[in-house]
């Protein structure tokens, strides 16, 4: 797991807010976008999802929930954006964001602290 993942990811979430934001929205650009997204999703969230099983983390099974939530909802996006319904995916994301948000705040930095502990652990 590593911080510039989240920082292009937080960087991502922002540039589809302005599309979003945006009544004309691009079609294709938030379309490339919303895929790029969704692609380093999947590698990020495995990544973690890796760490958290080989460590045995108890935290597991809700923060791999809410992955699974998030490439379902971005696939969501995806499928609105592409058949025509951009004004329907643009009332949608200001929520998804806001829970993408929370997500780094709350599961990705349990699971920081608790890596950063297994390292002092093994260090000491
Ligand atoms: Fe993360
Ligand atoms: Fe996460």
């Given at each position: 797991m590593n911080g510039s993942e989240h920082e292009w990811l937080n960087q991502a979430c922002h540039e589809l807010s302005l599309a979003f934001a945006n009544p004309t929205l691009d079609k294709d650009?938030?379309?490339?976008?919303?895929?790029?997204?969704?692609a380093s999703m999947l590698l990020h969230y495995a990544e973690e999802e890796n760490i958290m099983k080989t460590t045995g983390y108890?935290?597991?099974?809700?923060?791999?929930?809410?992955h699974d939530?998030?490439?379902?909802?971005?696939?969501?996006?995806?499928?609105m954006?592409?058949?025509?319904a951009p004004a329907l995916s643009?009332?949608?994301?200001?929520?998804?964001?806001?829970?993408l948000d929370n997500h780094l705040k709350t599961h990705d930095e349990l699971l920081?602290?608790?890596?950063?502990?297994?390292?002092?652990?093994?260090?000491?």
């Open positions: 650009a938030a379309l490339k976008m919303l895929s790029l997204m969704k108890q935290n597991m099974g809700s923060h791999k929930r809410s939530y998030f490439i379902f909802e971005v696939s969501t996006l995806i499928e954006v592409s058949s025509d643009a009332s949608i994301w200001p929520d998804l964001k806001k829970k920081t602290g608790y890596i950063e502990g297994q390292f002092q652990r093994s260090a000491g």
